[in-house]
């Protein structure tokens, strides 16, 4: 027993380990310890077979490595051989590169002045020759300039002769009138670019030739630059001289715009504010004044042709003394055949009566047209007040820094001025043609009115006598 306790603790290593071999292998059912130290040492003949198989493996693996790195090494010097080689032609040709353009510039003296000379004059020609409206009919002029001033080859004198020529081009270009045709951005009605017909005057002023839109040069230099329709176009005067150009014959004399600075006046001329915009510029207010300067004008003149009419058909009455309704003094007429049988004092105050009613009929709109040329003013002052407010209010948020802020305010106030003083003013003169209409209305009634009673009085007291 003692025996077989101490060979079991002995062999504890070797149960340990065959029980962990077990784990990995199929287990197998030992009938006794025999059986049991038989599988444990075979498990330790396989695993160090195991072992063997995998340091082999490894040290195979060791000296393929090692065969590949001295492959890559022998790679990399011979990449460094040519590298230094290669190095050493670069250098080579440097060398002999520098010493040929020595050799240029010694032979060709004078002539690599003259193409330094040539390179500034092309320098200082290029931009005027790119913003001309001439260089969009005279093409490739620029693209090849640059071409000789940017190269590095000796130009032959062929091309050098493009320089002076295409000055002499410009020169000419200047004194002519010539329709050509030409991409133009914005041309289309939809904002689009497309082609289109152009007529320039000199190298200044460009525009289609159905007069409608004037173009002028955008962007660079060279291929940069482009035709574009100005976002605004100038007055009619101007459209109107392009017109008559575009319609002149052969030989005929006729006023058409120039615009000295390629563009830039038109420009000018184009942002300034029409009608329209010194409408919005004056604001509610400004639009509340237009509304009743044209609201009273159109009053005005309805009652000036009413009065008009008037006053001629009562003098035509006052002639032949026909009674009726037809106008104010016919009335008078009708009142008094009417009342041809009564006293002087009964006769006068019916005629007073009818003068009394027609005269609200005359004066009529009258107080109206008034009151509007009053009220005009006060409101332009109305609006001056607003567009300090407004000015102000934008200082305070803003600071006095950029004047475009104040701009919207200053408007107002000046705008709303001028139309409150551009409404009262005819207004004014339109209510004292009126007032004056309206009292020679009068006073021929008034008049013919007087008439009739004294004729009434004759009457009476010759027929006493």
């Known amino acids: 027993m003692f025996k077989f306790k101490s060979s079991l603790k002995a062999l504890g290593v070797s149960v340990l380990v065959a029980a962990t071999a077990a784990t990995m292998a199929p287990p197998a059912v030992a009938q006794t310890l025999s059986e049991v130290l038989a599988a444990v040492r075979r498990d330790s003949e396989q695993m160090s077979a195991a072992d063997q198989a995998r340091l082999r493996e490894f040290q195979q693996d060791t000296a393929s ?5 001295a492959e890559a090494r022998n790679a990399l010097a011979a990449a460094e051989g040519r590298a230094a080689a290669l190095s050493r032609e670069f250098d080579a040709n440097e060398a002999q590169l520098g010493a040929l353009e020595a050799e240029v510039s010694a032979q060709a003296g004078d002539f690599q002045e003259l193409l330094g000379q040539f390179r500034s004059a092309a320098g200082a020609t290029m931009p005027e020759i790119a913003n001309s409206v001439a260089n969009f009919d005279y093409k490739d002029r620029v693209e090849a300039i640059a071409e000789i001033a940017e190269a590095r080859v000796l130009p032959t004198r062929a091309q050098l002769e ?28 939809d904002g689009s670019n497309g082609e289109a017909e152009l007529i320039r ?7 289609t030739t159905s007069g409608r839109d004037f173009v002028e040069v955008r962007g660079g230099q060279g291929s940069d630059t482009f035709l574009q329709v100005f976002a605004k176009q100038p007055g009619g005067a101007y459209s109107s001289g392009i017109a008559s150009l575009i319609r002149a014959g052969e030989g005929e004399v006729v006023r058409a715009p120039v615009d000295p600075s390629k563009g830039n006046l038109f420009g000018i001329l184009g942002d300034l504010p029409t009608f329209g915009d010194r409408l919005k510029q004056g604001g509610e207010v400004g639009a509340v004044i237009a509304t009743l300067a044209v609201a ?41 055949e009417n009342n041809r049988n009564a006293d002087v004092e009964t006769l006068e ?11 609200p009929r005359i004066e009529r709109f009258n107080d109206i047209i008034k009151v509007l040329a009053a009220v005009a003013p006060l409101l332009g002052l109305l609006g001056t007040v607003v567009g300090m407010i ?19 305010g200053i408007s107002v106030a000046l705008m709303t001025t001028v139309f409150g003083l551009v409404a009262a003013i005819p207004l004014l003169l ?18 013919q009115a007087a008439g009739l009673v004294a004729e009434k009085m004759e009457s009476v007291h010759g027929g006493r006598a």
Request: positive net charge.
């Open 296 to 336: 009273g004008i159109l009053l005005g003149l309805f009652k000036i042709f009413t009065l008009f009419t008037m006053g001629g058909a009562m003098r035509g009455t006052a002639k032949t003394r026909q009674a009726g309704t037809g106008n104010p003094l016919a009335r008078v007429f009708e009142v008094y």
């Open 65 to 69: 490595q090692s065969a590949r790195m």
């Open 162 to 189: 493009r320089l002076p020529k295409a000055m002499l081009q410009e020169m000419i270009a200047q004194s002519e009138v010539k329709t050509f045709t030409a991409t133009v951005n914005g041309i289309g009605a």
């Open 430 to 447: 339109i209510h004292a043609v009126v007032s004056a209409m309206a009292r020679g209305n009068q006073q021929l009634l008034d008049e």
């Open 349 to 359: 105050l019916k005629l007073d009566e009818q003068i009394l009613r027609e005269s």
């Open 201 to 207: 005057v000199g190298v200044f002023t460009a525009a």
């Open 390 to 408: 407004i000015t102000f209010t934008a200082i305070t948020i803003y600071g006095a820094g950029d004047p475009k802020l104040m701009a919207g």
